[in-house]
């Protein structure tokens, strides 16, 4: 069974440009996380979904992040202008069907340097 | 707000030396995660303790949750090479009328052969 797939692994990118960052997650997970993990510091949520629906997007930036999974499975993440402070590594990560914040699955993320 | 606080936040050990990483709420948790995450990697699921006082256990790992639910610990016999990673142990908590799982920092543990 393929785990979560993400890409790109790596992005490079100057200040004020857009980026956006896609995740597949495992075949028949409902629910899906984005999480940005800075250098020495756990996972920080930014987004959950259940299916298409955003349940809890308190801690994404809306000025300049938005999400979107159209189709309740893949998924898109999009920063739009990047600042010097978004550099992180992007972390999705999908868990099963019932109860939200069982074992969740990571991918293997992708590393933003903002420049 | 509500915090996972993690001790300590580096160990090093002599390989064969046990490790032991805490993890305390400040509020009570219906469960706790514990994570692994290799250096450069990302992280992945140990074990989710749910019952007061439980204790599991896998292979050199073993996992407690407290009697109040409140803190958590692994701990690592006779550490290997391979323990080498960042630990993390993260617990639901409710925010207003969403439920958030929340990170502690992590424990780094390095390890000498």
């Known amino acids: 069974e393929a785990g979560v797939v993400q890409s790109p692994r790596y992005k490079i990118i100057e200040k004020k440009q857009p980026v956006a960052f896609w995740c597949n997650p495992i075949?028949?997970?409902?629910?899906l996380y984005w999480y940005r993990q800075n250098l020495g510091q756990g996972p920080e949520l930014l987004i959950r979904y259940e299916n298409e629906e955003a349940v809890d997007d308190s801690q994404l930036p809306k000025d300049r992040f938005s999400a979107e999974r159209l189709k309740g499975v893949d998924s898109t993440l999009k920063i739009q202008p990047a600042e010097l402070g978004d550099s992180a590594v992007y972390l999705c990560?999908?868990?099963?069907?019932?109860?939200?914040?069982?074992?969740?699955?990571f991918g293997p993320g992708t590393r933003l340097t903002v420049l | 707000g509500q915090q996972v606080m993690q001790i300590p936040q580096y160990q090093h050990v002599q390989e064969g030396e046990d490790f032991t990483t805490y993890c305390n709420s400040s509020t009570t948790l219906s469960n706790i995660q514990w994570y692994k995450q290799r250096p450069g990697g990302h992280p992945v699921f140990l074990i989710q303790l749910v019952k007061s006082g439980e204790v599991k256990k896998q292979k050199r790992l073993t996992f407690q949750f407290g009697e109040a639910k409140k803190n958590s610990s692994l701990h690592i016999t006779a550490t290997q090479t391979t323990d080498v990673g960042t630990y993390f142990c993260?617990?639901?908590?409710?925010?207003?009328?969403?439920?958030?799982?929340?990170w502690g920092l992590g424990t780094s543990l390095a390890v000498n052969p």
């Open positions: 075949s028949g997970h409902n629910t």
């Open positions: 993260a617990g639901p908590v409710y925010a207003g009328n969403n439920r958030k799982l929340i």
């Open positions: 990560a999908s868990s099963a069907a019932g109860v939200s914040y069982n074992e969740q699955f």
